[in-house]
């Protein structure tokens, strides 16, 4: 499990101009449209499962990893 802030994964996966605004990941969180854990206030991303999209073998070899 690698966790990183909302604000920081969808930095690292969508185009500036396409990037959704902290409400809308806030929103993608309280739903589970993405992996994330509220801790402290602050929204944290699951990237490996976000990355696995629900598929175990993806999802073992990214915690090997």
């Keep these: 499990m690698k966790l ?3 604000h920081k994964w969808a ?3 969508f185009d500036e101009d396409s990037r959704p ?3 809308l990941l ?3 969180c309280r739903n589970g449209k993405i992996p994330a854990t509220k801790v ?3 929204w944290y991303v ?3 499962a976000w990355l696995a ?3 175990d073998l993806v999802a073992s070899v ?3 990893a």
Aim: charged content about 30%; cysteine-free.
């Design 4 to 6: 990183m802030l909302v």
């Design 11 to 13: 930095e690292k996966y």
């Design 21 to 23: 605004d902290a409400q």
């Design 26 to 28: 806030g929103r993608w």
């Design 40 to 42: 402290v206030g602050q």
């Design 46 to 48: 699951d990237e490996h």
């Design 53 to 55: 999209g629900g598929d």
């Design 62 to 64: 990214l915690a090997a």
